[in-house]
T-cell receptor, first 113, second 109 residues
Framework: NAGVTQTPKFQVLKTGQSMTLQCAQDMNHEYMSWYRQDPGMGLRLIHYSVGAGITDQGEVPNGYNVSRSTTEDFPLRLLSAAPSQTSVYFC????????????FGPGTRLTVL | SQQGEEDPQALSIQEGENATMNCSYKTSINNLQWYRQNSGRGLVHLILIRSNEREKHSGRLRVTLDTSKKSSSLLITASRAADTASYFCATNTGNQFYFGTGTSLTVIP
């Protein structure tokens, strides 16, 4: 199994540009989530999904959109990038339920100029 | 923010010594998990302790949980250079996970 994969690994955008960060998992996990990690801030939840067709907002959802059309994929869209969105983005998945560990992807390092 | 906080922010020890890091959180929880992050990598799950448990062991890891104080500790015994990483606690309330700010552990060979 590949686990959780993310593409791209690195991306540089100009302010106002849009892009999609890709996330896929092959473990048939119901729960998927997106986090951003900033220095000194730990990880903060952006959006999450408990299954195909179901998404919800996390702690810092503004400026980001998600969709979940399949169990495997959970893309994160930046509609109009801003310098404040410069960060490292991690996708994670787990079986549904409160007592399950999350499996993380390798991350995407995004710089917005 | 509902983030927890780890203490200390950074810890440097000699190989073979024990490392203890603490986590405090703000809300009632279903469980608390600890993760490790090596530099430039994603997080890796270490151990989970449920809200009705007080202590849990896994290999060289020992986790305690005090829900009355909203705090947890992670003890790594007989540390190795390979334990050098950042360690994060994460609490789970419903479908949302909240991560602490992390402890950076350096184990000197």
């Amino acid at each position: 199994n590949a686990g959780v994969t993310q593409t791209p690994k690195f991306q540089v955008l100009k302010t106002g540009q849009s892009m999609t960060l890709q996330c896929a998992q092959d473990m048939n996990h119901e729960y998927m989530s997106w986090y951003r990690q900033d220095p000194g801030m730990g990880l903060r939840l952006i959006h999450y999904s408990v299954g195909a067709g179901i998404t919800d907002q996390g702690e810092v959802p503004n400026g980001y959109n998600v969709s979940r059309s399949t169990t495997e994929d959970f893309p994160l869209r930046l509609l109009s990038a801003a310098p404040s969105q410069t960060s490292v983005y991690f996708c994670a998945s787990s079986r549904q339920g409160s007592y399950n560990e999350q499996f993380f992807g390798p991350g995407t390092r995004l710089t917005v100029l | 923010s509902q983030q927890g906080e780890e203490d200390p922010q950074a810890l440097s020890i000699q190989e073979g010594e024990n490392a203890t890091m603490n986590c405090s959180y703000k809300t009632s929880i279903n469980n608390l998990q600890w993760y490790r992050q090596n530099s430039g990598r994603g997080l890796v799950h270490l151990i989970l302790i449920r809200s009705n448990e007080r202590e849990k062991h896994s290999g060289r890891l020992r986790v305690t949980l005090d829900t009355s104080k909203k705090s947890s500790s992670l003890l790594i015994t007989a540390s190795r250079a390979a334990d050098t990483a950042s360690y994060f606690c994460a609490t789970n309330t419903g479908n949302q996970f909240y991560f602490g700010t992390g402890t950076s552990l350096t184990v000197i060979p």
